[in-house]
T-cell receptor, first 118, second 112 residues
Framework: DSGVTQTPKHLITATGQRVTLRCSPRSGDLSVYWYQQSLDQGLQFLIQYYNGEERAKGNILERFSAQQFPDLHSELNLSSLELGDSALYFC?????????????????FGPGTRLTVL | GEDVEQSLFLSVREGDSSVINCTYTDSSSTYLYWYKQEPGAGLQLLTYIFSNMDMKQDQRLTVLLNKKDKHLSLRIADTQTGDSAIYFCAESRVTGANNLFFGTGTRLTVIP
């Protein structure tokens, strides 16, 4: 058990809908990362939050957004869903906010949310 | 991932050693990681190595890093059926975003 929790475990919805995925980081970790895992794209970084603020953006679509709350949990909002959004969405957490030459950015992953868009 | 490559499949017999290879291209990599993903599960951090090290051993796991060739390997000694999973290498870079850059993953199948 990594200490990172994600809910829900599975989500099935229809095209055009909006969903919210939730993540609670490990105790003491200030950074939360969201990744998408799909068969064709592999593991792709979406976005990072550190202590409530957006820190870095990856290949995140404009239809997707995220936030991190004062208690450090994070939510990933996916809207106007398309079939191609079906994937595993992982949240990871780490202590590090900004990678430097001496920073070990080991990230601990949650069990993921499997999203199926029909 | 961005230029982090792994072979897709590896099959070994139970009791043999497995060697999973990874190549990367970014010379600013600082730490390199190995993660394991079992079916239907998240990614489990197995081990990591700092870029100024050549080798790290942790029980049955040995990580070798050739920084000149940008080549990383994970050796699993006495491979067991429970080691069957997908293994991802990942790198942390000084430049760019703070995310990890993942390889494509190697599916290890252990034959009893």
């Amino acid at each position: 058990d990594s200490g990172v929790t994600q809910t829900p475990k599975h989500l099935i919805t229809a095209t055009g809908q909006r969903v919210t995925l939730r993540c609670s980081p490990r105790s003491g970790d200030l950074s939360v990362y969201w990744y998408q895992q799909s068969l064709d794209q592999g593991l792709q970084f979406l976005i990072q939050y550190y202590n409530g603020e957006e820190r870095a953006k990856g290949n995140i679509l404009e239809r997707f957004s995220a936030q991190q709350f004062p208690d450090l949990h994070s939510e990933l909002n996916l809207s106007s869903l398309e079939l191609g959004d079906s994937a595993l969405y992982f949240c990871a957490s780490s202590v590090v906010g900004l990678v430097g030459t001496g920073s070990n950015n080991e990230q601990f992953f949650g069990p993921g949310t499997r999203l199926t868009v029909l | 991932g961005e230029d982090v490559e792994q072979s897709l499949f590896l099959s070994v017999r139970e009791g043999d050693s497995s060697v999973i290879n990874c190549t990367y291209t970014d010379s600013s990599s600082t730490y390199l990681y190995w993660y394991k993903q079992e079916p239907g599960a998240g990614l489990q951090l197995l081990t990591y190595i700092f870029s100024n090290m050549d080798m790290k051993q942790d029980q049955r796991l040995t990580v070798l890093l050739n920084k000149k060739d940008k080549h990383l390997s994970l050796r699993i000694a006495d491979t067991q059926t429970g080691d069957s999973a997908i293994y991802f290498c990942a790198e942390s870079r000084v430049t760019g975003a703070n995310n990890l850059f993942f390889g494509t993953g190697t599916r290890l199948t252990v034959i009893p």
